[in-house]
């Protein structure tokens, strides 16, 4: 069936240094993936997503990168600061509906 | 433009009893999914609607059931309350077919005891 596996599930990296949390998808008529972060107590917030026809995508300090062929998908946080310290989340979805599978999540601590 | 809203954001109910979830999405969208999110098993899809039609449906038990109204409000409800049930219902709306992008309320935490 659909499943969307996230590595690590937990992550702790100096402030400043990069960040980085793979995902694998199992569907190959996924195309379409977004990441959410998540704060203790918050609705998840779509950060970034990327569609099937790009490679990679970059929005300031955050980029992620698709490899359609090894079906993986990345998000690259870099300069980390305390305020990136959240549980992020991947998702993967395919055309015509709005069923996201998800990823078990990476909980990112940004040590100051 | 207000978020999409969530009502009650807290909830208490016992075995056995139904609840009742309201979801509000961004003014102007017409999608509405819901997600339930607990420790174990993370974020699971359980329906999407879109102009009073479910589109689709995740895989849980018949006591899950949801609408959508004509104002793309939505609610869902869950019948014979079970311990397991007990977790964070969110639900998010997406402007129309064709966008991608879906943007998640605050929950409700539904406890079951």
């Known amino acids: 069936g659909e499943n969307v596996e996230q590595h690590p599930s937990t992550l702790s990296v100096q402030e400043g240094d990069s960040a980085v949390i793979k995902c694998t998808y199992s569907d190959s008529a996924s195309n379409y993936f977004p990441w959410y972060k998540q704060e203790l107590g918050k609705r998840p917030q779509l950060i970034i997503d990327?569609?099937?026809?790009?490679g990679e995508k970059k929005d300031q300090r955050i980029a992620v990168t698709l490899n359609k062929t090894a079906k993986h998908f990345s998000l690259h946080i870099t300069e980390t600061q305390p305020e990136d310290s959240a549980v992020y989340f991947c998702a993967a979805s395919t055309s015509g509906t709005y069923k996201y599978i998800f990823g078990t999540g990476t909980r990112l601590k940004v040590l100051a | 433009k207000a978020g999409v809203t969530q009502t009650p954001r807290y909830l208490i109910k016992t075995r056995g009893q139904q609840v009742t979830l309201s979801c509000s999405p961004i003014s102007g969208h017409r999608s509405v999914s819901w997600y339930q999110q607990t420790p174990g098993q993370g974020l699971q899809f359980l329906f999407e609607y879109f102009s009073e039609t479910q589109r689709n449906k995740g895989n849980f038990p018949g006591r899950f059931s949801g609408r959508q109204f004509s104002n793309s409000r939505s609610e869902m409800n869950v019948s014979t309350l079970e311990l397991g049930d007990s977790a964070l219902y969110l639900c998010?709306?997406?402007?129309?077919?064709?966008?991608?992008?879906?943007?998640f309320g605050p929950g409700t935490r539904l406890t079951v005891t």
């Open positions: 990327i569609r099937s026809n790009v």
């Open positions: 998010a709306s997406s402007e129309r077919q064709g966008v991608r992008e879906q943007y």
